[in-house]
């Protein structure tokens, strides 16, 4: 299937079910589908609660309110261009999401978003914690992790896989994930299962298994983890790109994964003290999707989590980030990565900076798809990568702007950073013509739109969105800010955020062999860290990151385990004199 008929699938089933706007009257949600011979979660409906505790999404007055739900507006339509007004005025007016957002808070701080499908088979619930690895302190990396698994795992009421069978056998699905700046639980199951749902999730928030027997098995997981991470082809040179990016932060500086010498010493009370700090009502958003009764859901939110205490929140401490005036790079030697590898980063503005969705475009335009820049250029043109992958980090803090390249046999790491950064030098001083910004658009578009199809998704978004911004429905406002990026902020961003003096080059390459020759590069164009003249892949391997010309000296390696360790050095052999005769 083409990305054209994916994209019109996609969108005509999300307008089915109402959650597109496109200016005309949205279709009439079907019954809720029969439950004959399944057990209902309640009884009856329950009172809502006091209209004074109820908010209305948005709370801006962005939408009319009718039963709880926001009712999303038509997108203003852009001026029509001077030929062919019809075709410009529908190709740039952006699919308006029209998601139903209804915003309780209970006494012990925990917000709920609710967004009900009556229409769904399925309901989906997930507690999104604002915690991560950003709140560890130093000494200690890798204990939100640590507490991450173990809330996965289970709790003392429910066993180690004991929530994964009451899930899967019930036709449901689990997700988790636990990153820089939140950590989020997630079930999918039949919707009438939703009091299932909500009592595993409020069971792990109340009730979680803090032994030291659970502890130790966790931490014995994450030593495996992190090592199977860094031994994976190129799983260092992320490592290493994390922490020169963000040298000198230590939010973002330190892998999530934990260093290897914090991991080997982690302590059971570690763990206690960061969930007792990290993890309650008051630290959560509760967000249910799908086919539910938003009266009945609420009944069964305050039966299960109205009496969980909340804690003595501790919050994020940020320091100042200091400003990078040069160009930092490294080399490292990764025997599992059968060709080169260069990766870019830049420490770019946080999620909530207005540049931000004009980076995401940027992103797309170098990086998504067979006609952007770099793929286009690097994997046709040139045929000089396997692959090129452009991302955002997506954090509240500091953001990572990166550029992964895996390079083609034979091709010289030298040339092909002159092509990368060609293109974005272009980018910055020439942006993206009219057909790419719309190209750009249109797969931002239909990524957006694709991602949100199930109702997993769904929740997983919202309660994302009410944890960063404040407010769920703000996701309903994402794709106009989207359109509403021009020529000139993509091409302002790239000039002001990727900049040589502001990026980090990580380069891999497999372990040097004694008396091989090094690897091919374009005269000229060594990178910095590596030896101008008269190298070869020892000295290579052994010189100090950031040595070259106008470049930062990186951060000392630590424990980290993300960059090469230095080969020994040789002693160079001394010519024999001839032997002396004997005197008789």
Do not use: C
């Not at 852009?78 to 007004?85: C, E, L």
């Not at 509760?286 to 205490?309: C, K, N, Q, S």
């Not at 024999?576 to 005769?581: D, L, Y």
């Amino acid at each position: 299937m083409s990305r054209t008929s994916l994209r019109r699938a996609v969108t005509a089933g999300l307008a089915a079910l109402g959650l597109l706007s496109a200016g005309a009257p949205r279709p009439a949600a079907a019954a809720p589908p029969s439950r004959a011979g399944a057990p209902r979660a309640v009884a009856a409906p329950a009172p809502r609660p006091p209209a004074a505790q109820r908010k209305p999404a948005g709370g801006r007055g962005d939408g009319a309110r009718r039963g709880g739900a926001v009712t999303a507006r038509r997108a203003p339509a852009p001026a029509p261009a001077p030929k062919r007004a019809g075709a410009a005025l529908a190709a740039e007016a952006p699919l308006e999401l029209a998601l139903p957002v209804e915003r309780v808070t209970l006494q012990n701080g925990l917000r709920v978003v609710m967004s009900p499908d009556r229409s769904s088979p399925t309901v989906a619930v997930a507690v999104t914690y604002d915690a991560g690895s950003r709140d560890e302190p130093s000494g200690r990396s890798g204990v939100a992790r640590l507490v991450a698994g173990m809330m996965a795992r289970g709790s003392r009421n429910v066993p180690a896989g004991e929530h994964l069978r009451l899930v899967t056998e019930r036709g449901g699905e689990l997700a988790d994930d636990a990153g820089v700046d939140r950590t989020t639980y997630a079930e999918a199951l039949p919707a009438n299962e939703l009091a299932l749902a909500l009592w595993l999730e409020a069971d792990r928030m109340k009730a979680l298994d803090l032994s030291a027997q659970a502890f130790e098995a966790q931490r014995r997981e994450a030593q495996e983890r992190r090592g199977a991470v860094l031994g994976d082809a190129y799983g260092q040179g992320a490592f290493r790109l994390q922490a020169l990016v963000f040298q000198g932060y230590w939010p973002h500086e330190h892998p999530a994964l934990g260093e290897a010498d914090d991991l080997a010493g982690a302590e059971v009370s570690w763990a206690r003290d960061f969930h007792a700090a990290h993890y309650g009502p008051n630290r959560a958003v509760l967000t249910l999707a799908g086919g539910f009764d938003p009266g009945e859901a609420m009944e069964l939110v305050h039966r299960y989590f109205d009496g969980i205490p909340a804690v003595a929140a501790a919050p994020f401490k940020d320091v100042p980030f200091p400003e990078q005036t040069s160009q930092r790079t490294a080399v490292v030697r990764d025997s599992a990565a059968r060709a080169p590898a260069i990766l870019y980063g830049w420490a770019v503005p946080p999620r909530s900076h207005p540049d931000h969705h004009a980076l995401a475009l940027a992103a797309v335009l170098l990086g998504r798809g067979e006609s952007s820049r770099l793929e286009a250029l690097l994997v046709g043109d040139k045929a000089v990568a396997r692959s090129v992958r452009v991302a955002l980090g997506g954090h509240r803090g500091p953001d990572l702007f990166s550029i992964d390249v895996r390079l083609a046999e034979g091709a010289r790491v030298g040339d092909v950073e002159k092509l990368v950064e060609g293109e974005i030098r272009t980018l910055a001083t020439a942006g993206p013509s009219p057909a790419e910004l719309t190209k750009a658009r249109r797969l931002l578009q239909s990524a957006f739109v694709a991602g949100l199809a199930d109702a997993g998704a769904r929740a997983r978004a919202l309660g994302e969105h009410e944890l960063l911004f404040g407010d769920a429905a703000h996701l309903n406002g994402e794709l106009a800010r989207y359109f509403a990026v021009t020529r000139e902020d993509v091409q302002r961003v790239a000039r002001d955020h990727l900049g040589p003096t502001r990026r980090t080059i990580v380069e891999t390459y497999y372990p040097a062999t004694p008396g091989a020759s090094p690897p091919p590069r374009a005269p000229g164009h060594a990178a910095a860290g590596a030896p101008r003249a008269g190298g070869g892949p020892l000295a290579e391997a052994q010189a100090e990151p950031g040595k070259g010309k106008g470049a930062e000296k990186a951060a000392p390696e630590k424990a980290r385990g993300a960059a090469a360790r230095p080969a020994p050095k040789k002693k160079p052999t001394r010519p024999t004199k001839p032997a002396k005769p004997r005197k008789k």
